[in-house]
């Protein structure tokens, strides 16, 4: 028996566990942040509330960790074989979805919130830059919109300046030169 022969599952299993234990950290940090008063019970300060920090943190970080635990259980490796890929068909970043829904998510969450300054505008800005570019990632990045015959993206056209680069303009030269 070759070492390839044996069912090995333990990527799947580590992914599943990993997966697990983060959704164990996500859910209390983002439906019950008072737990972390609990878990950080001081005798000579008792508090009964939250900052607006603490809160405006544990929403955040539980909501990337959720993303984190989603984008584990949907990339478990297979045990079989990959199946060999097409020309048209190129590899995504496996935390391209999870992730730019959160980031959207959570752009709009610290929109929102005002209670902890200009902390709030800068997790917006870069999560709205991270969600903004992951949806157009999703929309157009490794399209099929590669012409055979020429190699030019068929997303750029000659309409107004005339680019040479496109598509269109590169056949239009390959005929005359025919």
Known sequence: MTPTSINDNSLAIWSALAAALLAALAV?????????LLLSDDATEPRTSLTHLEAFLALHFGLFLAALALAL???VPS???PLP???????TQPLLVPLTIVANVSAFLAWNDKNVGALASVVFVVDFVIGIWGLWAIV??????ISKTTGADKHTSAFIFGNKAAASSQKKIRRKGE
Request: proline share 14%.
């Open 28 to 36: 209390p940090l983002t439906l019950f942040p008072r737990l972390l």
């Open 73 to 75: 259980l949907l990339n």
């Open 79 to 81: 045990p079989k074989a």
């Open 85 to 91: 890929m097409s020309e048209d068909s190129k590899p």
């Open 140 to 145: 157009f990045a490794n399209s099929g919109a």
